[in-house]
């Protein structure tokens, strides 16, 4: 099966008018999950790595992504790897020399903390190292063992004993095509923000929001392929109290000529959430979401069982639940 590039699946989202999922993981039961509930909900999927879960894992994405890699590689639906949030100068020029063998095709370069002039001067050089790539197709066509894809759905039974891949399954029939739909196809689709992220008390502390003629000129600046906007989201909410300002949306759609993207999304309605991808967010980036309903199904486990000290039980118990919650999620949005 074809692993999928960030751009395309972008591109196919808005063709059809919607948006794509773009779920962040931090251990690989959260990349197991994001891929079966990808494969339950028959949708394509982005599973994003975090520079923080990239810290967690001692600063080097490579084991992860290669891990992640080869299950997109085996899945039946389309599945993209990307690194969000990159701050540090290191990890980004690590992106670059690993993303053709890890099958990496996007990265989010964070210069949101520096001032106006030093984002754009970083960001725009970023991206022309990440256009200049060369991915080639090579990453890109990899397929499960024996060259079937495999139904990871059904590879991870909920008692945390793997059942054994048969193989077989059919390619989604919204599978979008490999056709270089985005300008930097065959090189990385690079993504950025205008002003800090919110949890952070910067885009989106109360009041702040993105300007549309602010941001059109910075992606004009940079030539990045995607902007990430605030419009009333934030990072690290636990509850879903975020009132997203649709009209500002549309009007970024309008005006800025990249897919938009939306951050902080665990913490926005299942109807904003729609709302928002109808009026123009083409990416939604989920995180938190996926990690409340993991740890409270973990620490029920473990209550239940407080002797247990095999830890695959529980472990599966979290990840069943996180695979329910990105199905319910991808099948969710248009």
């Known amino acids: 099966m074809t692993l999928a590039r960030t751009g395309d699946l972008v591109a196919d989202a808005g063709a059809r008018g919607g ?119 090579v990453p890109f066509a990899d397929a499960g063992p024996g060259g079937d894809a495999v139904d990871v759905g059904r ?30 196809s065959t090189g990385l689709f690079v993504e950025a923000e205008l002003g800090e992220v919110g949890g952070k008390d910067g885009a989106h502390a109360p009041g702040v929001r993105t300007d549309p003629a602010e941001a059109a000129a910075f992606v004009a600046a940079t030539g990045v392929d995607a902007l990430a906007v605030a419009v009333g989201s934030s990072h690290a909410m636990t509850s879903r109290t975020a009132a997203l300002d649709l009209g500002l949306i549309e009007r970024l759609a309008a005006a800025v000529p990249v897919p938009l993207v939306l951050h902080g999304s665990s913490g926005v309605p299942d109807d904003l959430l729609v709302a ?13 979401a996926l990690n409340v309903v993991g740890t409270a199904a973990l620490r029920a486990a473990l209550a239940e069982r407080p002797d247990a000290v095999d830890p695959r039980k529980p472990l599966a118990a979290s990840r069943a639940a996180m695979t329910a919650e990105v199905a319910r999620i991808l099948t969710l949005l248009p």
């Open 276 to 288: 928002a991808a109808r009026a123009g967010i083409r990416k939604i980036n989920v995180g938190t």
């Open 155 to 184: 590879a991870f039974a909920s008692d945390g004993v793997a059942a054994a891949p048969d193989g077989g399954a059919t390619a989604s029939p919204s599978r979008p095509s490999a056709s270089g739909a985005t300008a930097a």
């Open 19 to 137: 948006a794509v999922a773009a779920i962040n993981a931090i251990t690989l039961e959260h990349v197991e999950a994001i891929v079966a509930g990808a494969v339950e909900a028959d949708r394509a999927v982005i599973v994003q790595l975090s520079e923080n879960a990239t810290l967690f894992h001692g600063g080097d994405p490579v084991p992860l992504l290669s891990a992640a890699r080869a299950l997109a590689a085996a899945a039946p639906v389309p599945v993209s790897l990307h690194l969000d949030h990159v701050q540090d100068a290191g990890l980004l020029a690590r992106s670059l020399d690993v993303a053709a063998s890890v099958g990496l095709s996007s990265v989010m370069v964070d210069a949101a903390r520096l001032d106006y002039a030093a984002n754009v001067a970083e960001t725009a050089a970023f991206a022309a190292r990440g256009h200049a790539l060369d991915l080639g197709a």
